[in-house]
């Protein structure tokens, strides 16, 4: 009816397995943070619609005369 198949999986190719499923799963993980943030920044942009002044520029004050 059936013939048995014959093969042998050894430690070494559970281990590749294990490792490849684990890697699998970390590039699903950042691909979908970086699709998230990408996202956040898009619906966050209308609110930081203020100009943001450069780092260490100091605004002069204006005198009203």
């Not at 559970?14 to 699903?28: D, E, H, P, V």
């Amino acid at each position: 009816m059936f013939e048995p198949i014959l093969s042998y999986l050894d430690p070494g190719t559970g281990a590749t397995l294990l490792q490849l499923a684990l890697a699998g799963t970390a590039g699903i993980a950042a691909a979908s943070k970086m699709r998230m943030n990408k996202i956040k920044r898009r619906l966050n942009r209308d609110e930081e619609a203020e100009p943001v002044q450069a780092e260490g520029h100091v605004e002069e004050p204006t005198s009203t005369q």
